[in-house]
């Protein structure tokens, strides 16, 4: 019989198909030689027998049992035993990647006991008690409890209580792990999981896998924090590390956009050992995939842990500028640089900007995190934006986008949010669907429940027409002059090789000449 598990070490055989596209990058990681806490996957197989029988698989108790055994064993720690106590993450991954839709859940086996005994070991019970409140947040929220900010564990129990009818949660580390594999693989068919399917033309039948994986804590001293980083920059391509980092804090800081984030390079200052152990992994991986790539990552205590790794995804003029430049590294060829970028992608080419932003009339600037202009309507919140948004342009406007927001995301026309860095979630994905955005605006304050937003002294109306400029930042009201940058000679270079490619140098425009190139070479583009 098929094993349900898989330890992720640099043997482990399977795709992302069966592992997950998450726990493939992991095996790769570890092939690199970079920092991987010990994990196992459970395999997309186990998600789709949950799914289609209601209860998880035979079998998988025992293998479970067995899998924490060996992270006991790689850790030196105890998963719900007396001892050092061992906290685990168990984090959805799909063959596809599906930023933020499905369930993550960090710090399980944190039991009253197991509490206790962390706040012992490291004299910090400040510490253990925020990393057991964020256990309970993650369940709570991924049970659709909607935890307030602030609350109380004893208020998050009965939220869980309540979400699970009547049941409570569970004190013992075992029980906790099968809940939270039981949420992971219940979360694949939430509505904004589906709704990203079809807007990514991903399968409905596919299943995710859960990575299970020893905990390290972002939240740990100040020393610790959590980041993303891209090798280079997701929006211009240039070759130079990119994202955001939060120090003392976990991963779900970052990505969540509820806290406001560092530029990567902090870490430079802050924590030297690790920015330069991060910049050397980031090249690594960039030569093996001969490619610009994506990593999440947690250093604890000064220690750098990889904790996801993946090519990274770039706007349409960073990915000609990256083709053509590693093309001129020797890094991939003139034919791998042409069949790289698509057709479709170089109708996003002449991004347009605000003509004239000081004479403007501006209402508040942030971090340009999609290039691109949007005008349309303020919406406030998901809902109005989606019943909106079939017949009129629409700006949504939000403190911070969630995974719940994603059908606000769709229908909106561009993006706008309060706090959150241009890795976290609204950024991440306004880029996969287009949308241009501007991220923390810090003197932003919106109000869904009166339907309002405040910036510069101002207050306005959900349905005021805003312009958003997401490569300079600003936010205007009304409908200001546009102007549109000619795209660089990168572009020419491009199409030039793609004309040799297809043999065809008759006069037409470019993404044409560049269709012509992937029929040549035997993948015509969509």
Request: glycine letters at 12%; one cysteine or more; proline letters at 8%.
């Amino acid at each position: 019989m098929t094993p349900w598990i898989r330890p992720l070490t640099a043997t482990t055989e399977g795709g992302p198909d069966t592992l997950g596209a998450k726990a493939h990058g992991l095996v790769l990681a570890h092939r690199l030689g970079l920092p991987v806490p010990p994990a196992f996957v459970v395999t997309t197989d186990a998600c789709r027998a949950y799914l289609r029988d209601g209860r998880l698989p035979g079998g998988l108790h025992r293998e479970l049992a067995a899998a924490v055994a060996r992270l006991e064993a790689a850790t030196g720690r105890a998963f719900g035993r007396p001892g050092a106590p061992l906290a685990v993450s168990v984090r959805s991954g799909a063959a596809h990647s599906m930023p933020g839709m499905m369930t993550t859940v960090l710090n399980l086996g944190l039991t009253t006991g197991a509490t206790a005994r962390l706040a012992a070991e490291t004299g910090d019970p400040a510490f253990a008690r925020d990393s057991r409140r964020r256990l309970l947040t993650g369940i709570a929220t991924a049970l659709g409890a909607d935890p307030a900010p602030g609350d109380d564990p004893a208020r998050l129990l009965r939220r869980i209580r309540d979400r699970r009818d009547g049941r409570p949660f569970p004190d013992d580390a075992s029980g906790q792990l099968t809940l939270a594999l039981e949420t992971v693989f219940s979360s694949w068919h939430t509505p904004r999981a589906r709704t990203y399917r079809a807007l990514h033309d991903i399968p409905h039948d596919l299943g995710t896998a859960a990575v299970v994986q020893a905990m390290v804590f972002g939240n740990r001293d100040a020393h610790s924090g959590s980041g993303v980083a891209f090798s280079r920059d997701p929006t211009t391509g240039a070759n130079t590390p990119y994202g955001d980092v939060l120090f003392g804090h976990q991963g779900e800081d970052v990505v969540s956009g509820t806290a406001t984030t560092h530029p990567l390079p902090a870490l430079a200052d802050r924590e030297p050992a690790v920015w330069q152990a991060l910049r050397a992994a980031l090249h690594r991986a960039e030569a093996h995939y001969r490619d610009a790539c994506y990593a999440e990552f947690t250093f604890q205590a000064g220690t750098l842990w990889i904790l996801q790794l993946r090519p990274g995804r770039f706007t349409s003029g960073a990915a000609v500028r990256l083709a053509t430049e590693l093309a001129d590294a020797g890094v991939i060829t003139r034919r791998e640089a042409v069949r790289r970028v698509t057709p479709r992608q170089l109708g996003h080419l002449r991004v347009p900007r605000l003509a004239d932003p000081a004479g403007a009339d501006l209402l508040t600037r942030g971090i340009g995190a999609v290039p691109g202009v949007a005008t349309g309507r303020i919406a406030t919140t998901a809902d109005r934006a989606a019943r909106l948004g079939p017949g009129t342009p629409v700006i949504l406007v939000r403190p911070e986008t969630s995974p719940h927001d994603l059908h606000g995301l769709a229908a909106a026309t561009g993006v706008l949010t309060a706090r959150g860095g241009p890795a976290g979630h609204a950024a991440v994905v306004a880029r996969t669907l287009g949308r241009p955005a501007v991220v923390d605006a810090r003197d932003l304050t919106v109000d869904p429940g009166r339907g309002t937003v405040t910036a510069g002294g101002r207050t306005l109306p959900e349905g005021t027409l805003l312009t958003l400029d997401g490569t300079g930042g600003h936010v205007a009201l009304g409908a200001p002059p546009l102007t549109t940058g000619d795209a660089d000679g990168r572009l020419d270079r491009l199409l030039g090789w793609a004309d040799a490619l297809s043999g065809d140098t008759t006069p037409r425009d470019p993404a044409t000449r560049l269709a012509a190139a992937h029929t040549a070479l035997g993948h015509p583009a969509p």
